[in-house]
């Protein structure tokens, strides 16, 4: 892979960082969407100290992101 496919990697990252960020907005402005707050979200309180992994949402994500992959994969 020479510069330029390098660079063609770079910007499609770039691109998928910022439909997450649009999306993280998105779902910030609609609170029914509950991304991050999922049942399976592990969070754990506790005087003093608070646990929080977003197992479930983790789980959705890399889902998502398989998905997106083997659709690009395909070509």
Known sequence: MG???????????????VLVGLALVA???FPGLRIGRLPGDIRIERPGFTFYFPLATCILASL????IFWLFRRR
């Open 3 to 17: 510069l330029g496919g390098l660079g063609r990697v770079l910007v499609g990252f770039g691109v998928m960082l």
């Open 27 to 29: 779902a910030e402005r």
């Open 64 to 67: 998502a992101l398989s998905l």
